[in-house]
C-alpha cells in the first residue's frame, strides 16, 4: 500500500496550491479519502475528507477556501488550496479509511501517507 502525497511547496499569502495524492495497493474507490494537516508546534489537525457518493467533510478553519476532490480512475486524491494564509503552513498528509471518521492520530485510519509541506510566507 502506498499514498504518495505530493505539490507542496512555498507560496505568498492569498495564493494557491493544489495537493495530489496518488494511492495503490488498495480498492481506492471502497475508501474514504482525508487530508490531515500538522503545523509545526502544534497538533494534527483533520482538514479535509471525502467519499466516492461524494460526501464531503471539512474542517471549519478551511471551508470556502479548501476543495477535496478525487478521481477514482486514477486512483488520485486532490487538495486545491486557494486564499492561502501564513497558518496554513504545514505538512499536509493523506490518509484512507472505509468509513467516516474525525480523527488526527494516524493509527486510526487505514492507510497513512508520507507529507508533502506547504509553506505560506511572503
Known amino acids: 500500500v502506498q499514498l504518495q502525497a505530493s505539490g507542496g511547496g512555498l507560496v505568498q499569502p492569498g495564493g494557491s496550491l493544489r495537493l495530489s495524492c496518488a494511492a495503490s495497493?488498495?480498492?481506492?474507490?471502497?475508501?474514504?479519502m482525508y487530508w490531515v494537516r500538522q503545523a509545526p508546534g502544534k497538533e494534527r489537525e483533520l482538514v479535509a475528507g471525502?467519499?466516492?457518493?461524494?460526501?464531503?467533510y471539512y474542517s471549519d478553519s478551511v471551508k470556502g477556501r479548501f476543495t477535496i476532490s478525487r478521481d477514482n480512475a486514477e486512483n488520485t486524491v486532490y487538495l486545491q488550496m486557494d486564499s492561502l494564509k501564513p497558518e496554513d503552513t504545514a505538512n499536509y498528509y493523506c490518509?484512507?479509511?472505509?468509513?467516516?471518521?474525525?480523527?488526527?492520530?494516524?493509527?486510526?485510519?487505514?492507510?497513512w501517507g508520507q507529507g508533502t509541506l506547504v509553506t505560506v510566507s511572503s
Open positions: 490518509a484512507a479509511r472505509t468509513a467516516f471518521l474525525i480523527a488526527t492520530m494516524p493509527r486510526k485510519y487505514d492507510f
Open positions: 495497493g488498495f480498492t481506492f474507490s471502497s475508501y474514504w
Open positions: 471525502i467519499t466516492l457518493s461524494p460526501s464531503i
